[in-house]
């Protein structure tokens, strides 16, 4: 699908940089990886597990439905993919769930365990790196859980050093347990309709 509509998360971004990604989300497109048309033996995001990853495990993931992986391309070379993420199903306590807004923590089923959605993967190849790719990934990511026919309550994501950890807290991300991070959908929901009364 063609990149449509930003969330509120650009609203820590100045001006001018929303504008430019706006410019850019014109010229892009995700879909879900396919084995025969996207190339995945030349991405190279600068960390070898994830361009491995890509290139020899996603595809059966996918085919197995242990995961989705979506790419991200550009739509004049729709074959070179520019970044990935992947979410697959995943579950977690109530009694671990980071403490959220009182507004939030009301509307949250009371069960003892959630249905939440694991962002286990999101990568950008090295020459697009810090222009606005890893945001609209993770953007994507979470229009997708918002309007998933199965609902989740949380998506989880397991940052791979702390400079990831600290990228992800920008986007609401909090300690769910060593090494893992949360944020509620409703949290989310919340930040796509501030950003629709802007416009």
Not at 80 to 104: M, Q
Request: aromatic share 8%; net charge positive.
């Amino acid at each position: 699908m063609k990149l449509k509509c930003f969330n509120a998360f650009t609203l820590d971004h100045s001006k001018a940089s929303v504008q430019n990604l706006w410019s850019m989300a014109e010229q892009l497109q995700i879909q879900q990886l396919e084995k025969t048309r996207h190339n995945r033996k030349d991405f190279d995001c600068g960390v070898p597990p994830l361009n491995d990853y890509l290139e020899k495990q996603a595809a059966l993931d996918v085919k197995r439905k242990a995961a989705g992986c979506w790419v991200i391309t550009s739509t004049v070379a729709e074959c070179t993919i520019l970044g990935y993420y992947t979410l697959s199903a995943e579950a977690i306590d109530a009694v671990d769930l980071p403490e959220v807004p009182k507004a939030i923590s009301k509307k949250l089923p009371g069960y003892r365990r959630f249905g939440a959605a694991l962002l286990g993967r999101l990568a950008v190849a090295r020459s697009q790196q810090g222009q606005g790719i890893e945001e609209l990934l993770l953007m994507d990511a979470f229009h997708r859980c918002l309007v998933m026919e199965i609902p989740v309550v949380v998506i989880v994501v397991d940052p791979k050093d702390k400079k990831a950890a600290d990228w992800y807290e920008r986007f609401g991300f909090r300690a769910l347990t060593a090494g893992r991070m949360a944020v509620t959908l409703l949290e989310l929901e919340a930040r796509f309709n501030e950003l629709d009364s802007r416009r």
